[in-house]
């Protein structure tokens, strides 16, 4: 199975703040990448698929690079609604999906 | 698009429960579709997913051979039949479809499955 990687598992930062959030694959997976937001008691929502395309609705904020086996998801200018615990997800391998252990971002 | 869960509860172990996700506003017949799952205050574990005619089924490890996922594409609505049941599957289960990429662009509110005596 292909494992996933997040850091930090937790992040503080205040609004304002540009912070990065690193996922790593334990193989390449090209770019079947993909970045989802969760709040409690809510769904997951996605933000970035396929590495680095914004997902309809999404703030331009947001962005998503990387290739191969290394992934970033950059947030910039922090906004109060943005204080969630992030999740990487990768498709690579069909239908034997995995998601990363998640990064929790705290005011 | 609409996906809403149902089917949860409290089991004791080696029980079962079917889960059913109801789905609405798009080509249901042309989707795979997939279960995930969340202990909760834990992170996100894919369980299950099928193919958009039903043909070809997915399953993690953990759940291989106790779990059963199915369609009906004439209902639009996604099954998840679980048997022997484990403390350990205890979790909010999440309906979810994916779009072109294949990153999951539409979820339920999830259906919470308790596993205890």
Known sequence: ???????????????????????????????????????????????????????????????????????????????PEDFATYYCQQTFSTFMYTFGQGTKLEL | VQVSESGGGLVQPGGSLRLSCVTSGFNFNSYTLNWVRQIPGKGLQWVSGISSSGASTYYADSVKGRFIISRDNSKSTLYLQMNSLRDEDSAVYYCAKPNDGEALDSWGQGTLVAVSS
């Open chain 1, 1 to 79: 199975d292909i494992q996933m990687t997040q850091s930090p598992s937790s992040l503080s930062a205040s609004v304002g703040d540009r912070v990065t959030i690193t996922c790593r694959a334990s193989q390449s997976i090209i770019t079947y990448l993909h970045w989802y937001q969760q709040k409690p008691g809510q769904a997951p929502k996605l933000l970035i698929y396929t590495a680095s395309t914004l997902q309809s609705g999404v703030p331009s904020r947001f962005s998503g690079s990387g290739s191969g086996t290394d992934f970033t998801l950059t947030i910039s200018n922090l906004q």
